[in-house]
Structures are given as C-alpha cells and as structure tokens.
C-alpha cells in the first residue's frame, strides 16, 4: 500500500510558477498510475493532470494544457506537477492520487478511479 504527501504549495502571485512534488512511500511510484486532482471552494474536486507508469503517457485539463507539466522521478520516489502562467482561478487545494490499475485515456482523470490520495496542499494565486 502506497502513502502520499503532497508539499510545494503556497501563496503566489499571478503569472508566478510553483512546483507541487508528491512523494510517496511504502511502494515504488512506478508501478502506479498517478493524477493530480484540485478543489476551489464551494466547487467539486477536478482532475487536472495524470500520469500513466507503463509508458509515462500524459494528459492535462484543458484550462492548464501549455501551463502545466506532469512528471515523475523515479529515484526520488516522486512525481512533479510544474505549474507556471498561474492564474488567480487555479487557486485551490491540490492532491495527488494513485492507482495500480492501468488506467484508459478516458479514465485517467476520474476521481473515482484512483484508491490512494494524499491530504493536499493549497494554491493560492493573489496580488
């Protein structure tokens, strides 16, 4: 069974760059399909980003495509989401989550389909 923790949130202002990291322990990350999902308050959780570990294909949502990068470290156990433009509506709580299925296209950003989250870490995009 895999443990999360996200880290790399914080305040930022608009246009700045921040890099979410989600390190994981008690399995290898390799083997894991791995999103991150976000949260606005007052609105549902979104899938923004997914990783599939077979062969390191990659999607994003459209309101972050060419602003955001998904990636994953395998010595460090970790994977990245590099978050650059940022934009006062990308202020959320942000999460990691995996899954040891291998997941379709379709299914890579559904949150029903990942069996291990992490507790988050908050964005705020402000001047």
């Known amino acids: 069974q895999v443990q999360l923790v996200e880290s790399g949130g914080g305040l930022v202002q608009p246009g700045g760059s921040l890099r979410l990291s989600c390190t994981a322990s008690?399995?290898?990350?390799?083997?894991?399909?791995i999103a991150w999902f976000r949260q606005a308050p007052g609105s549902e959780r979104e899938g923004v980003s997914c990783?599939?570990?077979?062969?390191?294909?990659?999607r994003y949502t459209n309101s972050v495509r060419g602003r955001f990068t998904i990636s994953r470290d395998n010595a460090k156990n970790t994977v990245y989401l590099q978050m650059n433009s940022l934009r006062p509506e990308d202020t959320a709580v942000y999460y990691c989550?995996?899954?040891?299925?291998?997941?379709?296209?379709?299914?890579?950003?559904?949150?029903?389909?990942?069996?291990?989250w992490g507790r988050g870490s908050q964005v705020t995009v402000s001047s």
């Open positions: 989550a995996a899954t040891r299925r291998s997941l379709i296209a379709s299914q890579c950003m559904v949150e029903s389909e990942y069996d291990y």
């Open positions: 008690g399995s290898t990350l390799a083997n894991y399909d």
């Open positions: 990783f599939r570990g077979r062969d390191r294909n990659t």
